[in-house]
């Protein structure tokens, strides 16, 4: 599993290119300013609503990128360009990938809030089990995991634009 999650990075330019992409920065920046509200609004539920149908519509536009570029236009698309490490269509296959997995853990984090906190994890007070407990309850580690699943959900709808430019920038390609 890590190899082929390496691969996909690596495909999508890096792990350094994704992480330096304005997309990334303009999450931060939204999360910053929300951040005292990240665990008192109900932010949890907005994702449960609107992530499962966009995940879908991020796995739908690789789908119907295959069916309507055409098996002569994806030769193209799947060749190296110059100079190029990846083709065009391997990249375009990794950046959503990449839309879809951090849509899906901000759905699983959204998920794991929206029960009660994951703090309320069933936690028996006994032996080491009773330390993650105490750090969430004591130490408000929690209001991190709403902080970063904040993130995930604004970066996750952030990456819907990014999906679409890319999918156009590609389909320049084939002219």
Same mark, same amino acid.
């Given at each position: 599993?890590?190899?082929? =999650? #390496? ?7 890096? &792990? #350094?290119?994704?992480? +330096? ?11 910053? #300013?929300?951040? /005292?509200?990240?665990?008192?609004? /109900?932010? $949890? ?8 149908? *966009?995940? +879908?519509?991020? =796995?739908?536009? #690789?789908?119907?990128? =295959? ?9 193209? *698309?799947?060749?190296?360009? /110059?100079?190029?490490?990846?083709? $065009? ?27 009660? +906190? &994951? ?12 330390? $993650? ?16 699943? *904040?993130? =995930? ?23």
């Amino acid at each position: 599993m890590l190899k082929v =999650l #390496f691969g996909i990075y690596k495909d999508a330019g890096g &792990l #350094f290119y994704v992480i +330096g992409t304005p997309y990334v920065y303009l999450a931060a920046i939204l999360t910053y #300013f929300l951040f /005292d509200r990240s665990y008192t609004s /109900d932010w $949890p539920a907005l994702a449960l609503g609107m992530f499962p149908s *966009l995940v +879908g519509f991020s =796995l739908a536009t #690789f789908a119907i990128v =295959l069916a309507l570029f055409g098996s002569e236009n994806l030769a193209k *698309l799947a060749a190296k360009r /110059d100079g190029q490490k990846v083709s $065009p269509l391997a990249k375009l296959t990794a950046l959503i990938v990449h839309a879809a997995l951090i849509q899906i853990s901000a759905l699983i984090s959204a998920f794991g809030l929206k029960q009660n +906190g &994951l703090c309320a994890l069933s936690w028996r007070d006994c032996g080491w089990q009773s330390v $993650p407990r105490y750090i969430c309850e004591n130490l408000e580690v929690w209001k991190w995991f709403y902080v970063g699943g *904040l993130f =995930l959900t604004i970066y996750g709808l952030l990456l819907i634009v990014s999906t679409l430019l890319a999918v156009f920038q590609t389909s320049q390609m084939t002219r």
